[in-house]
């Protein structure tokens, strides 16, 4: 089993930032893929970000290309969503993602471990 907690959410302005963390734990990570997912109200859930927890290539969706970045740092077992230049459409709970199959698989849908997320509000 993997425990995947999040914090980090907030309020944040138009252009602003916010970092999110996922603290994870339960087992070794390091060949799983760890992504960030959200869902806006009405919405579906859509992916955002996903690296493999040992590698150093990360994956964005379209829409947060540049403006957002995934990293971990191994001590603390935890990873983050840098999330810059925040725009409104940004508003959605965020969710923590992890899955021992490949990036692609997650990005399909299969993901194995979900955090119960954190809410990004970004007014205009």
């Known amino acids: 089993q993997v425990q995947l907690v999040e914090s980090g959410g907030g309020m944040a302005q138009h252009g602003g930032s916010l970092r999110l963390s996922c603290a994870a734990s339960g087992r070794t990570l390091s060949t799983y893929a760890m992504g960030w997912f959200r869902q806006a109200p009405g919405k579906d859930r859509e992916f955002v970000a996903a690296m493999i927890w040992s590698g150093n290539n990360a994956v964005y969706a379209d829409s947060v290309k540049g403006r957002f970045t995934i990293s971990r740092d191994n001590a603390e077992n935890t990873m983050y969503l840098q999330m810059n230049n925040l725009k409104p459409e940004d508003t959605a709970q965020y969710y923590c993602?992890?899955?021992?199959?490949?990036?692609?698989?997650?990005?399909?849908?299969?993901?194995?471990?979900w955090g119960k997320g954190t809410l990004v509000t970004v007014s205009s």
């Open positions: 993602a992890a899955t021992p199959y490949s990036i692609a698989t997650m990005i399909g849908g299969r993901v194995d471990y």
